[in-house]
């Protein structure tokens, strides 16, 4: 069975393809998958059979999926089916599933996971630490991986109305950077959207050492880290996540 459409070349469309995280491990496909995705998220990467060879990534509940597509020179072929190009790929797929998992669970192509989404620097730091923590080589990732753009740890936060210093729980995940009493409480005290957030930087207005502030438009915040390298750290994801919440708008 064969679906062609009119459309660009296939290394046109490949290089231009949102969704192509080049050589992306997949260990490292599957930390992603789990930590950012969702049901139905899905991703292609280079195979490790060779040029020509790629695999589709797909989350399906709380595991992920990988099938093998292979370039030919009218399209790709996946299984009996050849496409004209991904994009007929995805819409084929969207409306009928891939197939059944052996818990009966039907993989859907949902939401494509696009490959400019994490800081290169948050990736490098990720991608190393995990390789010094399994003895494994700096590209193979781990399933169980941190996600490359969220961050969580301790902070020293200045109170607002009582201005006494108090450490807490920090996690930031997508848009929401919420504190927490203490790392075993699972309740926020805040959830401060970075969507009003105006600017992250170093702040040196306090009688302590690695602090920052976030400005909103109701408050200032001003945290401390336990180093330098820590409050760089931070400062450096919540300004990309910001540069990255401008440019959608």
Known sequence: MSYYSDTPSVDDELESLGWYHFDLSRHAAEALLLSNGKDGSYLLRN??????SFALSVRAKDSVKHFHVTRKSSGYAFGFNE?????????HFANQPLLGSETGTLIVLKC?????????????????????????????????APSFGTKEG?????????????????????????????KMFDEPIRTLDLTACSAVQFDYSKDRVNCFCLVFPERTFYLCAKSGVEADEWIKIIRWKLSQIRKGR
């Open 112 to 144: 494509p996971y696009p490959w400019r989404v994490e800081e290169p620097s948050i990736y490098e730091s990720v991608r190393v630490h995990t390789a010094m923590q399994t003895g494994r080589t700096e590209s193979d990732l781990v399933a169980n």
């Open 154 to 182: 301790y902070l020293v936060k200045l109170g607002a109305v009582v201005k006494n210093w108090k450490q807490r729980w920090f996690t930031l995940n997508r848009n929401e950077l919420k504190y927490f009493k203490d």
């Open 83 to 91: 496409f004209a190009s991904l994009q007929d790929f995805v819409s």
């Open 47 to 52: 195979s490790h059979e060779g040029p020509g």
